[in-house]
């Protein structure tokens, strides 16, 4: 053994290369209880690894071809020996990987880890974190469902509203005039080759740089970054007090990324698969497409924003946020590193973690899109209509017949476009009530004109039903009084 | 370098003129592999931008569409590939206003491309994306849209309503006019 051993060093020189790079010492903290802080990088690609794995096997089954994809993925839930779990890991895997990589990113922003020397440790993670959210995406696209379809088309619209350029970025993200085979292709090379590839090599350039720049040192208070003298200081620290990085550092890390392991196992097979959902065929209407949970902010933030700023987000948001956060290490590269030293960033990170939760949580309920079937499936609810009058109920038949529901709720159910009328008879006179329906909202906001698709006898059964939508006791609304001279 | 460079003279000193054209030849010659190499891809990878030749749908006699009625309309659209499968099958609204005239609305809303449902009982065509709204004529209603639905080419040809096969409509490519397609 000894000599096989002897035989193989004697042509690799594992010890020259290899040895130093596991033994090479980093700062006694990172072996204490602050050591608990570093172990989220090792779990994303711990995670990484689970990604690499499962996705090779669901590509000795999957059909990455607009006419088979779907059922190759119902075939891998339901006959292929464990295809369920395969695919239910790499979505659950793949979605802890976003937070993992999300939450270690946080982390070195608050302990401000990305000051001199690492600037370039930064700007590759930065570069990981959206090759992350793009192989999310990409993923989703290769679930070939209506969600998959209807994305790839809000996707190509959005590339459609750039200035000139839009028609020739739609066809070359579709890969042709409409979304097929070709799109799917291209999806599927993305995930598969160019994005992997990508990702890859970032994350050797990343490692590399925390090797040969060494693991920051938890922060403390007072200690400042000063580019001059950090480097000096930080190696006679490491003489001083080093530890090998192959020991008790790495333990921490293995012992995360087994518990993290085991906790996306249990759950993926608890969870199970996502999808695939509705079929994939553009003709089957009433499709409401949403995307995966990592882009429920941006889903939310383009479905909130004013209609005239829409093409202005959709074009330089991006470029912000990436401008934004690739500038972070050069806007602060020296100075404390102690986040109780530094209150602008714990805000920021607390400002935009509750943004985006915020905006996540309404991407979920989605309250813009129109209920498509409240109109008959929500009945008009009891209590509502138990005093009404024969024009009234008319009135309510017309409300539920021309669709008001899908945006309009009462008691809560139904759309939420537009308000909740539960109440409506005790804010809107009878002639608003019928200004409002007959004209919409002026300007041509939200409520469309519904002047020409209603007849004069459905409009006084329907304004008088909505009048008597009222709390029980309350008289309803009536013009301000002109006030006597 | 000092002790090598007086006993043996470096190749560039021997033949200056000779080491230098080597060099650039080297340099040429990469730059030329380089170039025969990436046109080529180039062009593939830009292959998804040709011209497609125009190609008609035929949805069936005037006489199958209802006066004044908007009627949902579906066939597998000739643009795609022949292993699209369901994705290529496509729908249109065809509103036929009497006279040999209609309006053929492709069901892709203007906004960013979810298709619409169109609800004769209101007679407003819904998104269910963003709750864009649009009249029976296809004329924007309310909501995030900026236009109207986007209309096929179409034409009566033998007895049979023919459309031109949609592409994807977006704001800047649209199907009225038969642009790139």
């Known amino acids: 053994m000894k000599r096989i051993l002897a035989w193989l060093e004697a042509r690799l020189s594992l010890r020259d290369t290899v040895g130093p790079m596991l033994m090479h010492p980093i700062p006694r903290g990172v072996a204490g209880p602050m050591g608990w802080w570093y172990v989220l990088g090792s779990a994303s690609m711990t995670l990484l690894l689970i990604q690499v794995l499962s996705g090779i096997g669901l590509a000795l089954v999957y059909v990455p071809t607009a006419d088979h994809a779907y059922e190759s993925l119902v075939y891998l839930n339901y006959q292929q020996p464990l295809g369920w779990f395969l695919r239910s890991l790499h979505y659950w895997s793949g979605s802890a990987m976003v937070c993992m990589v999300v939450v270690h990113m946080t982390q070195v922003f608050l302990h401000a880890a990305f000051k001199y020397p690492r600037e370039l440790n930064w700007l590759t993670g930065v570069l990981l974190l959206f090759f992350t959210l793009g192989m999310a995406f990409t993923g989703q696209v290769l679930r070939w469902d209506a969600d998959a379809y209807w994305g790839v088309g809000v996707g190509a619209s959005m590339a459609g509203r750039v200035p000139g350029l839009g028609p020739y970025l739609v066809d070359l993200l579709l890969g042709g005039p409409l979304i097929g085979s070709d799109t799917l292709s291209r999806f599927f090379a993305l995930h598969v080759f160019i994005i992997p590839g990508l990702l890859l090599t970032f994350l050797a350039a990343h490692l590399w740089l925390v090797l040969k720049r060494g693991i920051s040192e938890p922060p403390v208070p007072g200690k400042i970054v000063d580019p001059r003298t950090y480097q000096e200081e930080y190696e006679k620290e490491l003489k001083k007090d080093g530890v090998p990085f192959f020991g008790e550092a790495l333990l921490k890390d293995a012992l995360f990324s087994s518990l993290t392991v085991v906790v996306i196992v249990v759950l993926a097979a608890i969870a199970g698969p996502k999808g695939p959902g509705a079929l994939p065929e553009p003709a089957l209407l009433g499709a409401n497409p949403k995307p995966d949970w990592p882009f429920w902010w941006l889903f939310a933030l383009l479905s909130l924003s004013p209609p005239g700023a829409e093409t202005f987000i959709i074009l330089a948001l991006p470029v912000v946020l990436i401008g934004a956060l690739l500038l972070v290490p050069f806007v602060s590269n020296r100075g404390e590193r102690a986040p109780s030293r530094r209150p602008v960033t714990v805000l920021s990170v607390i400002v935009i973690a509750t943004v985006i939760a915020v905006l996540t949580y309404q991407g979920a309920t989605e309250p813009w899109s129109p209920v498509m079937g409240a109109w008959s499936g929500d009945a008009v609810p009891e209590s509502l209509i138990q005093a009404s009058t024969p024009l009234q109920l008319q009135g309510a038949l017309v409300f539920q017949n021309k669709q008001c529901r899908n945006c309009h709720a009462l008691q809560g159910i139904g759309g939420r476009r537009g308000p909740d009328l539960t109440r409506v008879g005790i804010r809107l006179t009878r002639d608003q009530l019928i200004d409002q329906v007959s004209n919409g909202t002026p300007g041509g906001g939200n409520m469309p004109a519904y002047g020409k698709q209603i007849k004069p006898a459905e409009m006084s059964g329907l304004v008088d039903f909505l009048v008597s939508l009222r709390p029980p006791g309350q008289k309803p609304a009536r013009p301000a009084a002109i006030a006597q001279p | ?181």
Request: glycine content about 10%.
């Open chain 2, 1 to 181: 370098m000092s002790h090598s460079a007086s006993q043996t003279p470096s190749p560039a000193q021997t033949n200056p003129g000779r080491r230098t054209f080597l060099q650039w030849l080297t340099y040429a010659t990469g730059a030329v592999a380089a170039a025969v190499l990436a046109v080529p891809f180039a062009g593939y990878l830009l292959g998804a931008l040709r011209k497609h030749r125009v190609q008609w749908v035929k949805l069936g006699p005037p006489s199958n569409f209802p006066l004044n009625e908007t009627i949902a309309e579906t066939f597998d659209n000739p643009l795609g590939q022949p292993w699209d499968g369901m994705a290529a099958r496509t729908g249109v609204y065809v509103r036929n206003l009497g006279e040999d005239r209609f309006l053929v609305f492709a069901m892709n809303c203007a906004h960013l491309g979810c298709p619409v449902t169109w609800f004769p009982q209101s007679g407003l065509f819904l998104c269910p994306c963003h709750g864009g709204v649009y009249y029976e004529n296809g004329q924007r209603a309310s909501g995030p849209p900026t236009r109207g639905l986007f209309q096929c080419v179409w034409r009566i040809r033998n007895g049979q309503l023919e459309i031109q096969a949609p592409h994807l409509p977006t704001l800047q490519n649209t199907l009225d006019r038969p642009v790139r397609v």
